[in-house]
């Protein structure tokens, strides 16, 4: 029988207050948009919504997948898609007075090219009106097809994210029967073959009883395929309900995050965060990647081209 764990000090958090965390929920309401913030019951809902950010979810609140880890609804949308969404969501990005932009989004099998163009329209949108936006994408596998992934990456977003989740071991327990562990290995990879200075990142979940030398072949395959930063975060059910989502089986010790953080550094990931509340998303992370890709363009900018006058000489 499956004995669940007590949940430890260390993972309470506060219930929201802010009024910048109220305001921008009327906001999103009124657009009809969703947010990963409040679909997957993020733990870091009020501090992320009170500094005013947000990472926003495409193509509505019901998935086609069934991973047992998350809580979002799942169904078949039947291919309904809100075609003015980008712009929606270009307007709530304006009023939030942002510079970093998370987007990310439910599976979509039920479309012909699994929402692909969707995400590249919503990039493209968000950064005509505003090319210094920095733009992270947490796609879908997309069924590691090149050409949906290359779409994507063709939109130039800055960080490419795609989550493998957990150990290869414990992926047909955890994950849907249609997102493999390989699979998604192969879109990072693929991110990399289209533009090999494209930043990417994923995400490990603890406490699935994951066994540590898994756990560290996961970060050997990673870096195998290039793969820039990864995030260890606490898994915590979504509801009680263990016949649809799994039970906590344990909760993480902050010095074990602290390891796997030490034990990733060392392998040469450019960032890790790792802690029982750290998500894919996460303000940290994103103060991080937005510091690397500032300076970035600022040298891009720096650099002397030839003149006319040079050219002739």
Not at 128 to 144: C, G, H, R, S
Not at 201 to 224: C, F, H, P, W, Y
Request: glycine residues 6%; negative net charge; hydrophobic residues 35%.
């Amino acid at each position: 029988m499956t004995v669940r764990a007590n949940r430890p000090d260390w993972l309470k958090v506060r219930v929201p207050q802010s009024p910048k965390y109220f305001e921008i929920k009327d906001m999103l309401k009124s657009l009809n948009l969703a947010t990963v913030c409040q679909e997957a019951l993020c733990p870091n809902i009020g501090e992320c919504w009170g500094g005013g950010t947000a990472t926003f979810m495409l193509m509505g609140d019901t998935c086609t997948r069934a991973c047992r880890f998350c809580g979002v609804a799942t169904g078949n949308p039947k291919g309904i898609l809100d075609h003015d969404e980008p712009f929606k969501v270009g307007y709530a990005i304006s009023q939030m007075n942002l510079d970093y932009v998370v987007l990310t989004s439910v599976d979509r099998d039920d479309l012909d090219d699994l929402g692909a163009e969707h995400f590249a329209k919503t990039i493209e949108v968000i950064k005509k009106n505003n090319p210094k936006m920095i733009v992270e994408v947490l796609t879908p596998d997309f069924n590691a097809r090149p050409e949906l992934v290359e779409r994507v990456v063709n939109a130039r977003p800055d960080v490419f994210a795609h989550n493998i989740e957990t150990t290869e071991a414990l992926t047909p327990t955890v994950r849907d029967r249609r997102s493999g562990y390989r699979q998604s290995l192969r879109t990072l990879e693929i991110v990399k073959e289209v533009d090999p200075k494209k930043y990417t990142k994923t995400s490990i979940m603890l406490g699935l009883e994951e066994k540590d030398e898994d756990v560290m072949q996961a970060l050997i395959d990673l870096r195998n395929v290039g793969c820039d930063v990864v995030t260890f975060g606490q898994y915590l059910s979504p509801t009680k309900r263990h016949e649809r989502h799994l039970p906590v089986l344990e909760y993480v010790h902050p010095d074990k995050f602290a390891y796997w953080q030490e034990t990733a550094e060392e392998m040469g990931f450019m960032y890790v965060a790792s802690g029982p509340l750290v998500r894919s998303s996460y303000k940290a992370g994103e103060y991080f990647m937005k510091g690397v890709i500032e300076k970035e363009r600022h040298e891009n900018q720096s650099k002397s081209y030839p003149t006319i006058e040079d050219l002739l000489q």
